[in-house]
């Protein structure tokens, strides 16, 4: 996949995070309605939004996320979706999602206006994070993500917060 913003950060980011992007041999799609980055918890900037990874109809969606090997520990993680189709009462899609093989969210709603679902204490063993995105039974379109987040949380002095992060990674499709 051939990603057209390449730069690292975005402008409108408030928070000056680094977006990395991602290559994936599945297909990508463009958004087509606008999205508040203020209805998400954590503002992600417009343009990390403005395409996805999807799959076809009934077809799950895997990606191997980051690309590089993770230690063992406890990570936070974010995933960000926005159906990519023309605003309408027909513009959802639902699906669940495990991570490396555990759920991660089951029968996520996703619409025009986008949607973040996240673990701010999610575990996983040394390697590298399998995502796979199912479609549930019925739905007429496959599932699609626009980016996510992950940044491993350490421990300091006795106390953990999820701004403690010391290995991140973000995506954007």
């Not at 900037?45 to 403005?50: E, F, M, S, V």
């Amino acid at each position: 996949m051939l990603i057209e913003y390449m730069e690292t950060s975005f402008p409108d980011d408030q928070f000056h995070r680094f977006w990395l992007p991602f290559e994936d041999p599945n297909p990508t799609v463009n958004c087509q309605a606008n999205i508040t980055p203020s209805d998400f918890w954590n503002m992600p900037p417009i343009r990390a939004l403005k395409s996805a990874i999807t799959a076809s109809r009934g077809k799950s969606l895997q990606i191997q996320w980051p690309k590089v090997s993770l230690p063992r520990s406890n990570y936070h993680i974010s995933l960000y979706f926005q159906d990519n189709r023309t605003p309408s009462p027909f513009s959802w899609r639902v699906f669940s999602i495990s991570v490396n093989g555990q759920t991660f969210y089951t029968n996520v709603n996703v619409s025009t206006k986008g949607v973040n679902v996240y673990a701010t204490q999610w575990p996983i063993s040394a390697g590298q994070a399998q995502i796979t995105l199912a479609p549930a039974q019925g739905v007429p379109v496959g599932p699609i993500i626009n980016a996510a987040e992950m940044f491993q949380i350490v421990s300091l002095g006795g106390r953990t917060n999820a701004r403690d992060g010391n290995t991140s990674f973000r995506l954007v499709c």
